[in-house]
Structure formats: C-alpha cells, structure tokens
C-alpha cells in the first residue's frame, strides 16, 4: 500500500494556513482506503529559530491537539513526535552526504534569509545557523526514513519536496544496489483551492511572519483577528474584486461552494462592504471550527491522552525508522 506522509513544524500554535495547506488534505488522505498515512510533528525543524524550551513544549501539544481535533484517528495513522525517531538524524547526516551543496545553496528558506541580509547591507549568513542551511536534509530524512510515496503539503513546500526526491535519486545513484530509497512525490492542493493562504498583512500566512489567525482561538478573539484582516478603501457600493482580497480567499477555503459563487458575484456587483464580507468569514469560520475546538481544548490540557497517543505512534514509528536506517547502514558500509 501506498504511504502519505507529513509534518507540522512546531513553532507557534497551528493556523488556517496549516489547515488548509496540509492537515484537511492529508486527513482526507488517510480517510481513502488506498494510503497508509504516517503524520508527525516536526520539533527539530523548529529549533532552527532557536525558540524557548517551554515553547517548542506548548506548541508541540498544540499541534498534536489540532491533529485530533481536526479528526486524525491514531488507530488508523501512525501519529509520532520526529524526536521520538532519533533513526532521522543518521540518516539526515548520511544523506549530507549525498546531497551537493549547491542544492541547498538554492534552497529558498536559506536563500529568503540570506536576500534579506543583503537587502540590509549586512553580512549575507548573518543570524544563518547551519540547521536552516540543513533543513531540507532532515526534511528528506523525514520522508525517506518512513518509506513515503505520497507527500500532502501546502505550495511553500513544494520546493522541500522535490529537494527530497533528488536526495534519494542520489543516494540511490550511489548505493541503489544496496538499498533503495523510495522517490516521494508532493501532493498540492490545486491553485483553484489550494491557493497559500494570505494572512494579516497580505503576506503568505506564516508562524514566521507572525501574521497568522491561530486555528482554535475563542470565537470573539476569532473575529477580532478577522477585523484585522488588510482591505483596500473601495467604497461599499462600488464593485469589487473578490480574487485580490485576502478576507475572500480565506472565505473561500471555508465556504460551501455555493456560498463562495454567491458571495463572488456579490462583490463584484456592488453594495457589499468589506465589513460585511469580515462579518461572514469570522461567522464561517466558527461554524466550521467552533466544534473541533471544544475537543482541541480537552486534548491540550496536561494529563489528557495526548501523551500515550504520542508515545504509541512513536514506538510504530521507530520500528519502520530502524528497518531503513538498517537497509542504508548496510548500502554505505557502515555495518556488515
Ligand atoms: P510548516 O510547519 O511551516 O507548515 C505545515 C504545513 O502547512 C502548510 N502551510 C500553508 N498552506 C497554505 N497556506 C499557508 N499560508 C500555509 N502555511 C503553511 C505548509 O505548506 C505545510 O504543508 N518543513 C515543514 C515541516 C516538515 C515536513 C517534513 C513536511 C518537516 N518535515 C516532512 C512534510 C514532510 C514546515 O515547516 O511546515
């Protein structure tokens, strides 16, 4: 059977990017009798912002609640914590060894950063750690250690995952004989619905911009957020144009279909004030998440059973992490 595979790093609390990019896709993945689906937290990914230790805590719990909450069966997939499959971090340095330097030279997380310093007019690595230079080297561990066909993630991965299926065309290249490392493809949600999210600044919705509406917040702090949402200054009854409104390609994620037709034709024909489209998504959104967060709540409270969920997903895990990292210690060379 084919495998579905993904992660979530952990550095703030999951957002509606987060939702629509990768957990709602890759839930109705493991929904299709066809995958396997093996979906984790990425917490090592995270340390590359070097965050407070009680943080990368938190916000680990947190995403492991919205997996849950959002309708995740751990009966069904194999739910785990990337450090709890200390198998990845072999086989990430293994791979460095296989991976050209000059892939993640062109990486664009690594090369976003080093265009701002210049930008700035500072030196082009500063406040570069060698752990975002290498992300994309334990992202291909991730992958390739679980065995993964199929990977569900959001438009700004795209690039990671092809990154992964370079790095296992190498390692095969080298040490195919040996062992072979299945070659993973992404799975993008179509631009029609799966457009990158935009967030409070018209931004690409983002932890690291800090620009995000967490998922599970309290309705009223919901709308709030919503409000905060950047509209232009077009009048309310002129005409509009839904497809460069954030407010309307958040909506358009979270609507019924016929509600979104319906609201685009709206728009474009005058009378509806970008208030008024505010006041529908923040509306939208709590029928569609008022419900998952009452169990999101439960679940990220000390002492629920998050921590055996965890726990279990991690031992089924490791034992598929071992079996690889076997297979390749053996291509290389380094165990007989
Ligand atoms: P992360 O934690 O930044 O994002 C998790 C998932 O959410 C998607 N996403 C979005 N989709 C649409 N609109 C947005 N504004 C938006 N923001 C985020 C992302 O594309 C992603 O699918 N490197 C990964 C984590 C990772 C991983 C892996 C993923 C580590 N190892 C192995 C897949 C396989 C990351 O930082 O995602």
Known sequence: RKIALTGI?????????NFVGAIRPALELARTADFDSRYFIADHHALTGTPAAGDIAAWTRSVAATWIAAGL???????????DVPETFELTWILSCVTGKGLMN??????????????????????????LYEYPVLMAADILIMDADLVPVGRDQLQHVEIAADVAGSFNHRYGEGHRLRVPEAVVPPETTGHT???LDGRKMSKSYDNYIPLFLPA????KLV???PTDSTPVEAPKDPDSSAVFQILAQFAEPDVVADTRKRLEAGGVGWGDLKNQLADVLEVQLGPMRARYDELVAPGSELDAIL?????????????????VRRAVGVEV
């Open 220 to 223: 009223a702090k919901l709308k």
């Open 106 to 131: 062109r990486a664009h997380a690594y090369k976003a950063a080093r265009d701002r310093n210049v930008a700035a007019g500072e030196d082009p690595d500063a406040g570069i750690n060698m752990g």
């Open 197 to 199: 999210l935009p967030g």
């Open 73 to 83: 069966d751990p009966e069904r997939t194999v739910f785990y914590k990337q450090s």
């Open 311 to 327: 726990a279990r997903g991690g031992e089924i895990a490791r034992e598929q992490a071992a079996r690889t990292l076997r297979g």
């Open 227 to 229: 409000r905060r949402i």
């Open 9 to 17: 790093k952990p550095s703030g609390e999951p957002h509606l990017g």
